[in-house]
């Protein structure tokens, strides 16, 4: 079935990078923007960006500018989420969500938690 | 940006209650909204689009109204089942999610 899948969970000290990946199935990857969404625990969804797949196009948050970045290989049909310089309110789970042309963010990935820890 | 505000941020109801949840745009936003259900440590689920639209498979008791600034989600009948944190999106310019409503059963 229509499905994305992420990678598992990161456990980073501070000042370190992680990339976090999103591995689409089942459908046409590059039809889809796919977006990302940062959830900290006990808080709400937080909306980091989004990538083109049809050329690679990034926009992010204002928040996020500078501290994200978002890449694809539609080869394999996969999203990517860098963080780098991390700090500990960087301690989330970051979601990646496929938009359809209802702008709605129809199939969302299963999450990866990232821990940012000394 | 474009923020939305959501009230209130928690309620407690009993089930077959109606629970409403209001979201509010910092300008207007027609009719650019969509809803999400979050149940603890799962991924949100779409429940409604272009801010009165049910998605598929989506049970009738829920429902979504509004237009500009001003929008309601609202779940005629609460059930057990919908124990959950509840967000508003707009995606008239980039994204923006409310806070959330975390509804629980009384």
């Known amino acids: 079935q229509v499905q994305l899948v992420q990678s598992g969970a990161e456990v980073k000290p501070p000042g370190a990078s992680v990339k976090v990946s999103c591995k689409a199935s089942?459908?046409?990857?590059?039809?889809?923007?796919v977006h990302w969404v940062r959830q900290a625990p006990g808080q709400g969804l937080e909306w980091m960006g989004w990538i083109d797949p049809t050329n690679g196009a990034p926009e992010y948050a204002q928040k996020f500018q500078g501290a994200v970045t978002m890449t694809m290989d539609t080869s394999i049909s996969t999203a990517y989420l860098e963080l780098t310089r991390l700090k500990s309110d960087d301690t989330a789970v970051y979601y990646c969500?496929?938009?359809?042309?209802?702008?709605?963010?129809?199939?969302w990935g299963q999450g990866s938690t990232v821990i940012v820890s000394s | 940006d474009i923020q939305m505000t959501q009230s209130p941020s928690s309620l407690s109801a009993s089930v077959g209650d109606r629970v409403t949840i209001t979201c509010q745009a910092s300008?207007?936003?027609?009719?650019?909204l969509n809803w999400y259900q979050q149940k603890p440590g799962k991924a949100p689920k779409l429940l409604i689009y272009g801010a009165d639209y049910l998605e598929k498979g989506v049970p009738s008791r829920v429902s979504g109204s509004g237009s500009a600034t001003d929008f309601t989600f609202t779940i005629s009948s609460l059930q057990p089942e919908d124990v959950a944190t509840y967000y508003c999106q707009q995606y008239h310019t980039l994204r923006t999610f409310g806070q959330g409503t975390k509804v629980h059963i009384k």
């Open positions: 969500a496929r938009e359809d042309p209802r702008f709605s963010m129809d199939v």
């Open positions: 300008q207007d936003i027609g009719k650019y």
């Open positions: 089942e459908y046409i990857f590059t039809d889809y923007y």
